[in-house]
């Protein structure tokens, strides 16, 4: 019974963070047409860093310090957005690597 449901909390928790925009943005990110789109994303991990920046400063100020939740949640998705730049280069890269050896291959076939 325990094991239940926490296997059904842990799917639900799964599910509810695959649905954030930030993932949703990723998984655009990650196919072969977004991969130029990387490096751009990037801009939107600084305003994820600078939105917890000023959670912190809030904090700082006498706010509640409930937000330190949000400060996770934004300085996590921050950081997902600003390292998914160069990992979008490295799988661009290598797409098009791939791309080029078959079109020698299939160029290299049809001379024959």
Same mark, same amino acid.
């Given at each position: 019974?325990?094991?239940?449901?926490?296997?059904?909390?842990?799917?639900?928790?799964?599910?509810l963070?695959?649905?954030?925009?930030?993932?949703?943005?990723?998984?655009?990110?990650?196919?072969?047409?977004?991969?130029?789109?990387?490096v751009?994303?990037?801009?939107?991990?600084?305003?994820? &860093?600078?939105?917890?920046?000023?959670?912190?400063?809030?904090?700082?100020?006498?706010?509640?310090?409930?937000?330190?939740?949000? &400060?996770?949640? &934004?300085?996590?998705?921050g950081?997902?957005?600003?390292?998914?730049?160069?990992?979008?280069?490295?799988?661009?890269?290598?797409?098009?690597?791939?791309?080029?050896?078959?079109?020698?291959?299939e160029?290299? &076939?049809?001379?024959?």
């Amino acid at each position: 019974m325990l094991m239940t449901t926490l296997w059904n909390l842990s799917t639900r928790t799964f599910l509810l963070l695959r649905r954030t925009p930030v993932n949703r943005l990723l998984d655009k990110i990650r196919t072969r047409q977004g991969l130029k789109w990387g490096v751009p994303a990037m801009t939107l991990g600084l305003v994820y &860093f600078l939105a917890a920046a000023i959670c912190t400063t809030l904090i700082d100020g006498g706010w509640s310090t409930w937000l330190y939740l949000p &400060f996770l949640l &934004f300085a996590y998705n921050g950081m997902k957005l600003i390292l998914m730049g160069p990992i979008s280069l490295i799988l661009l890269a290598r797409a098009r690597t791939r791309e080029v050896i078959a079109h020698r291959r299939e160029k290299k &076939f049809t001379r024959v």
